[in-house]
């Protein structure tokens, strides 16, 4: 019995560092995002990308669950970074910058209910969002550093590495090609000066994050020798990449029509 409670203790040790840990990322990761909001122009544009975007947090579950040591803690840490980046982000945006409260409307009644009723859903969408996608993600990072192999190993957990870096990055991804559909490059040249500077703002977001995942793959693949198996990897990317997307789509109508 004495073993078995010595054993107990340390497993859950290390278990509740990597949560921990996790949870004061997710913590930074929600400072971040709530300081980028408040910058302008192209600048602003470009640090909500890197800070606030679902590719910033989609990276940091994916880096955070190659970092755990097992498949169930990678799911847990990922999870547990982004549930609480989520309500870290919206806690600042509820008592700090207090956007939620608009005033009064022309009929008289005050805005803040309204308000407050979109915090609530932003939240609890995100949440959602958060819990659906950290595991996945922390999985996918997990499997891309245990899946592969030394020269000497197997082909079999190669494949498996090199279709986890491909999903993840594709994932990752999804976003900025939603938005390139959304807000075609070519529009930002025949706006009006007034849109201008913020459409260019939006062109830089696109570019950071198409090009960013590809930059993690290709850094992934040299890291873990994955190059022998690159038609699997720019399959399962591109695959992911176009699932992605329209999981965004799906998103954002959902989150216009709460």
């Not at 040591?69 to 970074?81: C, P, Y």
């Not at 960013?212 to 038609?231: E, G, K, N, Q």
Request: proline share 3%.
């Amino acid at each position: 019995m004495k073993e078995a409670g010595v054993t107990d203790a340390a497993v859950q040790g290390p278990r509740r560092t990597h949560l921990v840990v996790a949870a004061a990322a997710g913590v930074a990761l929600g400072l971040f995002a709530f300081v980028a909001d408040a910058v302008a122009g192209v600048v602003g544009q470009i640090l909500i990308t890197l800070t606030s975007s679902g590719f910033a947090w989609g990276l940091a579950a994916f880096l955070a669950g190659r970092w755990a040591a097992t498949g169930n803690r990678a799911m847990a840490g990922a999870s547990a970074l982004l549930v609480t980046a989520t309500l870290f982000y919206y806690l600042l945006v509820l008592a700090v910058s207090r956007r939620w409260s608009g005033g009064t409307l022309e009929d008289g009644s005050s805005a803040d209910l309204l308000g407050l009723r979109s915090v609530a859903v932003m939240t609890a969408l995100w949440l959602t969002g958060s819990l659906v996608a950290g595991p996945i993600l922390g999985k996918l990072g997990h499997a891309v550093r245990t899946g592969a192999v030394e020269p000497a190993g197997s082909g079999d957990k190669a494949t498996t590495s090199a279709l986890a870096a491909g999903a993840g990055c594709g994932l990752l991804s999804g976003e900025g090609w939603h938005s390139v559909i959304l807000t075609p490059p070519w529009q930002v040249a025949v706006v009006d000066a007034g849109h201008a500077e913020f459409l260019r703002g939006v062109l830089i977001g696109q570019l950071i994050m198409i090009v960013l995942p590809i930059v993690v793959l290709a850094w992934l693949a040299t890291a873990h020798r994955l190059w022998r198996t690159m038609p699997v990897l720019l399959a399962a990317a591109a695959s992911s990449g176009a699932l992605s997307a329209v999981l965004w789509h799906l998103l954002r109508t959902a989150a216009h029509n709460l």
